[in-house]
């Protein structure tokens, strides 16, 4: 089970830290993902880091904003967002693979996703 949270209402500029928990699962075991889905639009890669080397990969969009991060011990992904736009507006999502690297923006490759977290910056 996965548990996003840390979603809100923040103006342009501001930034946030979304959190997935995940339980149930050997969290190392996993690359995490970050994904969206904006109103009306179909939902998107944003970000994701590897289960072993914790390298990074991010959509050109977030790249200089976003960081995403592991905490084994928490078993907990995170998404340190900062400089908000109003472009980001979305439901954030958390999800968990075992799939290649190559292959870790691909939402189908991701087998456990977290309820989604509303993320709006308002202008």
């Known amino acids: 089970q996965l548990q996003a949270s840390g979603g809100g209402l923040v103006q342009a500029g501001a930034s946030l830290r979304l959190s997935c928990a995940a339980s149930?699962?050997?969290?190392?075991?996993?690359?995490w993902g970050w994904f969206r889905q904006a109103p009306g639009k179909e939902r998107e890669f944003v970000a994701a880091?590897?289960?072993?080397?914790?390298?990074?990969k991010y959509v050109d969009s977030v790249k200089g904003r976003f960081t995403i991060s592991r905490d084994n011990t928490k078993n907990t992904a995170y998404l340190q967002m900062n400089s908000l736009k109003p472009e980001d507006t979305a439901v954030y999502y958390c999800?968990?693979?075992?799939?290649?690297?190559?292959?870790?923006?691909?939402?189908?490759?991701?087998?456990?996703w977290g309820q989604g977290t509303q993320v709006t910056v308002s202008s």
């Open positions: 149930g699962l050997t969290f190392s075991r996993y690359s």
């Open positions: 999800a968990a693979t075992v799939v290649v690297w190559s292959a870790a923006t691909v939402e189908e490759q991701y087998l456990y």
């Open positions: 880091i590897h289960r072993n080397s914790g390298g990074a």
